[in-house]
């Protein structure tokens, strides 16, 4: 068998555990979750087994016994380093972070879980919604950053997204049960605004650490919504910028990351600082190449939209970023190896 026939297979096997999954959801919702999470780890391996096959052994690997299924595959952990390191085609963070929610869900249901009638309802809700922020992050990841690889099943990755749509519901349902809440709240001055991620009017804002900048959770779907009231740079009237770089005006003006950095840096660049000056700086939280910028005295990036108090500056490359470079001479930062990834190249 050859490893583009491999490939094929484990896609068809992930696509009909998700599409089994969903169905499963009601009926056996522990299955649902088991069905889900071993959907997410095949697309992981298809991509690593795209690069090749002894990426998806977690160690020894024997092409003899590959074939045979007579192996031991990777961890989901070590599947995510071998993405970074070796394939050079990381996980965003954030994607990461709903696979994991599903995994750790998985890994309940396995062990400890026993449905009382009455709690029943609220976890079929749970997953639903689990799984619809997963399966964002993973269609992102298949049509998009390795829309090489996937773009065969793309009639059956619209098949799975139009299958889940029936998840929707729940959202609908947690919005009622919690609308005279939100109503509540609202009345108390907070500001509800909608979800971008499940557009129910439920993300409860309150104001971020540089001015225009709106951060808050939605009560219905829990995402994380963030985005700055700016000035746009082409018409000067008030646009939005979400995350990503996802950037709104009437006007229809969109600009790239670089558009960005020079419409929001406030540094002053003089003779004097013109050498030193580390703006635009790197981002720690999102791994962005010169996306951090000098506003209100703060770190922000306009990706991200993370705001930090502190650069710090790598040991190895000098770059300047925002969050933690502890050991980065060894170890590197986002944008270098460090001392030990330079040394491992000049010796191959
Ligand atoms: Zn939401
Ligand atoms: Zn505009
Ligand atoms: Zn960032
Ligand atoms: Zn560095």
Not at 294 to 309: P, Q, T
Request: charged share 25%; proline share 3%; hydrophobic share 40%.
């Amino acid at each position: 068998m050859k490893q583009s026939e491999m490939l094929g297979r484990l896609v068809e096997n992930a696509i009909g555990f998700l599409s089994h999954s969903i169905e499963a959801l009601e009926t056996a919702p522990k299955f649902s979750v088991i069905d889900f999470y071993a959907a997410v780890e095949l697309f992981l391996k298809a991509r690593l087994l795209r690069e090749h096959w002894s990426l998806v052994v977690a160690k020894n690997p024997d092409w003899e016994r590959f074939l045979a299924g007579d192996f031991v595959s990777v961890s989901f952990d070590e599947a995510c380093t071998r993405l970074d390191k070796v394939v050079r085609s990381s996980i965003p963070s954030r994607a990461r972070d709903k696979f994991d929610a599903v995994r750790l869900h998985r890994n309940k249901m396995v062990h400890f879980f026993h449905a009382g009638e009455d709690s029943q309802h609220r976890v079929i809700e749970d997953i639903a919604i689990e799984q619809l922020h997963a399966w964002y992050e993973l269609h992102q990841l298949l049509l998009q950053q390795w829309k090489e690889v996937f773009e065969p099943w793309q009639k059956e990755l619209a098949g799975i997204e139009r299958q889940l749509q029936s998840h929707k519901k729940y959202l609908a349902a947690r919005f009622d049960a919690l609308k005279p809440k939100l109503d509540e709240i609202a009345a108390g001055g907070q500001s509800v605004c909608s979800c971008t991620f499940c557009n129910f009017a439920a993300a409860v804002m309150v104001a971020g650490d540089i001015s225009g900048l709106h951060d808050g959770n939605c009560l219905v779907c829990g995402a994380a919504n963030m985005w700055l009231s700016m000035e746009c740079p082409d018409c000067g009237k008030n646009a939005i910028l979400y995350d990503g770089c996802d950037f709104s005006c009437e006007c229809g003006y969109s600009p790239d990351e670089r558009g960005l950095v020079e419409a929001l840096d406030e540094t002053v660049v003089t003779k004097d600082n013109y050498f030193d000056n580390p703006y635009p700086a790197n981002c720690g939280e999102c791994e962005g190449w010169h996306t951090v910028v000098s506003r209100e005295g703060k770190n922000f990036c306009v990706v991200c939209l993370d705001v930090a108090d502190e650069l710090s500056y790598c040991g190895f490359c000098a770059e300047a970023s925002t969050g933690s470079l502890e050991d980065s001479y060894l170890v590197g930062c986002g944008q270098c190896d460090g001392s030990a990834g330079w040394h491992a190249r000049k010796d191959d």
